[in-house]
DNA sequence: ACTTTTGTTGAATTTAAATTCAATTAATTT
DNA sequence: AAATTAATTGAATTTAAATTCAACAAAAGT
């Protein structure tokens, strides 16, 4: 079976490396051929793992949905607490584990604008902010979190994250953020 | 002169279009037909306006570097509070003045990637950081901002703001968000 | 060792969009 | 109202990148 074992090694070579282009030059920026170079292998063998670079897009988004995602809550944990520890983790992956923040930057890329429809629906489709908003209820019947939509707060926290994690993702030397800070956004 | 005028008049008229559109659905989903389409006007005549894509592009960043961007800061003012009364006005143009909102989504967007080279340094070039940075050490020393380094927190305060606007840019449903949420985050 | 299957390349083709252009119409000037 | 100049169109051309393909190389199976 080593020959299906080096294609499925080269296959997830071409999508890490894609992912690395794709967050760091944007989708339209990154050519085939440029994914190919990087690998590195030839321009017309990507083709024969991903059809299109399109597919490729795709096969990466729905990694994207997975993976992370399934960030079990523990109700033990005050849900301050809680997203503290999370923005903790997320944020020192900057070092330690590129892929899953590489990974967490570029689908909050693809749900906004400027990609193919299907790989925004997609990625769309994985929704972080419906268990936040359940988190930050809980919050604010704790009386740890502010009064206010909890919707729209949720909403607006990961925005904010999304935004930090992009700006921390164009600049390597930025200092990692406290993330008490971000929290505190929520706080009463 | 009504004839200058009328062109100085289409001029702007694509400009407005062009920026509406690249913050709906991004740069290079765009095409300079659906430009035209918009305007509407036809695709060949687009390139008397305007010399490439890319020119026009530069125009609106050019716009986007003057601008709101000369926002003057009253010494009487606590940074908070201005901070704060920045925030409610410009989250107020979302739906008051659509093309000063749109301009300052577009602005952060082509600051970050997937955007041609000469446009982001253009962009990356009118600096709101170290205004803020000031604002930021002025407010630790007052008091009424937490300990921290204050670079951090500036491009962490811009960050959010630019991926909280984004989220309301995408959503136009979306309820606005306290500016105080958003201040929080530096208050000591 | 021979045959078949799979991997690989780089050049040729296709495609989609930007850009140009020759022809047409409208406005302005004389 | 003829002549000149500017605006406008839509089809033809160019361009840049994705995609295909014919030929070759390496590995696996016999």
């Known amino acids: 079976m080593t020959r299906k074992e080096q ?4 296959r997830q070579a071409i999508l890490m490396t894609a992912l690395t282009l794709f967050v ?10 440029d994914i190919a170079a990087a690998v590195p292998m030839s321009t017309g063998l990507m083709f024969h793992y991903f059809a299109s670079k399109e597919e490729l897009l795709l096969e990466l988004v729905k990694m994207g949905t997975q993976g992370p995602g399934s960030v079990k809550y523990d109700d033990k944990i005050p849900p301050d607490v809680y997203l503290t520890m999370f923005l903790n983790s997320i ?35 994985a929704d972080a902010v419906t268990p936040t908003v359940k988190l930050i209820k809980k919050g604010q019947k704790l009386g740890v979190f502010r009064k206010g939509n909890a919707d729209t707060m949720a909403r607006c926290f990961w925005a ?3 935004g930090i994690m992009e700006e921390m993702s164009a600049d390597k030397e930025m200092k990692t953020p406290d993330p008490e800070w971000i929290v505190s956004m929520l706080r009463a």
Chains 1, 2 share one sequence.
């Open 24 to 33: 760091e030059r944007g989708y339209y920026d990154t050519r085939i051929a």
């Open 91 to 125: 944020f020192s992956f900057a070092k330690e584990q590129p892929w899953v923040f590489n990974m967490f930057v570029f689908m909050g890329q693809v749900r906004r604008v400027g990609m193919p429809e299907e790989a925004r629906r997609l990625a769309l489709s």
């Open 7 to 10: 294609k499925e090694e080269r």
């Open 160 to 162: 904010s994250v999304q």
